[in-house]
């Protein structure tokens, strides 16, 4: 990648990123992303009953809404390792923050990688450190390519925004490709802003944005014992701080929504093994609940999926599908199209499962399901299933 394409951080962000070899040695596995003033912090994580120390670490250091860090690791997820992987993760954010100079609350602990091992301290907490050390050493793109596991890619992105006279941005990064799944889709995002916001405002933002980004996407049906959002406003960019009633907010929101969902899109490319981009659209339903209920079903069946992978215009696995979902609907008012072909009338074959096998090759694809029953609709993101993902997941404590 040019230095030309590495997105500009937002003004007083430094990065920092370094090797712990926490898996494995040869590749960066640390990394820092800091704010060279207080910021409001927001978050969204895992609803999974089974949580990582660093999240159940995060989840109570948000309710102050304030934080100046975040330390993230890949190559180990410090989830089942009980009461010392709790003081593990603190042990990290005050190492850092002793270097720093701030207080340890205001550093966010973030990990992801394999389930159950203890985190290799005598090489991280020297590696941490050094990390806080070289402040601002770093670009987004260390940080992005320090935080993937079996990505095949770094994921970023930005957008200048106007906010009442003043241009301000917005930066993200993800890292995700397997083990995709609401609610939340492992899986871990920051996004970092210059934009003055009210607590009550950021924390809302991010609630709405990952659930019509992040929480609409599924790569393999499991969700992590690690996800996690987090948002930093620092307000360098000088503005009045936003609220929900600000005349500038429905600008930064949907700023913010857009590459939110850029994200996860990009997440969904990236799908372990995956070569087709789905996106399944379920409309005419009873409720957006059984809207998003039906797309739901669609995009997690294994069969759906391998058929997409295999070019066959299979309808009657998404007919299935539906039916077990859980929505009642009529099979006999149900139409379904491949992009614009459409496979199914009122419940019937059309025999334009030829027609419907040339789209397939496309490596991105629209499944539309009408169901005829009302007016609400929903969208999820998904992909294929191929042989790539069976050999990534079984070889992946390897």
Known sequence: ??????????????????????????????????????????????TNNVKAAPVRACMKQIASGAGRAIIVNSGNANACTGRQGLQDARSICRTAAQRLGVSASLVYPCS???????????????????????????TLLDVARAIMTTDTFPKMVHR?????????????????????????????????????????????????????????????GDMSTNDTVLAMANGLCGNKPLTRTSAGFAEFQEAFNRLM??????????GEGATKLIEVLVKGARTTADAEKAAFAVANSSLVKTAMYGNDANWGRI??????????????????????????K?????????????ELRSNEVRITVDLHAGKASAQVLTCDFTEDYIRINAEYRS
């Open 160 to 220: 200048k925004v106007r906010v009442n006279g003043r241009t301000g941005s917005i930066a993200g990064i993800c890292k995700g490709a397997g083990m995709i799944a609401p609610r939340m889709a492992t899986m871990l995002c920051f996004m970092m802003t210059d934009v003055a916001v009210d607590g009550r405002a950021l924390s809302a933002l991010v609630k709405d944005s990952v659930r019509h980004s992040f929480n609409r996407i599924t790569i393999d």
């Open 1 to 46: 990648m040019r230095k030309s394409d590495i997105p500009p951080a937002p003004k007083g962000f430094l990065f920092s990123a370094v090797e712990a070899a926490i898996k494995k040695p040869g590749r960066k596995d640390l990394a820092l992303i800091f704010s060279e003033t207080e910021t409001v912090m927001a978050g969204a994580f895992t």
């Open 112 to 138: 992801t990688g394999v389930i159950g091992s203890p985190l290799p301290m005598d090489r991280i907490l020297p590696a941490a450190d050094t990390l806080a050390r070289r402040i601002g050493s770093a």
């Open 346 to 358: 009122a419940g019937l074959t059309t025999n334009r499962d030829a027609e419907a096998t040339a």
């Open 261 to 270: 969902y850029d994200l996860s899109l990009l997440v969904v490319k990236d």
């Open 319 to 344: 007919m299935c599908s539906l039916g077990y979902s859980g929505v009642r609907f009529s099979e006999e008012k149900t139409d379904i199209y491949f992009n614009r072909v459409k496979v199914v």
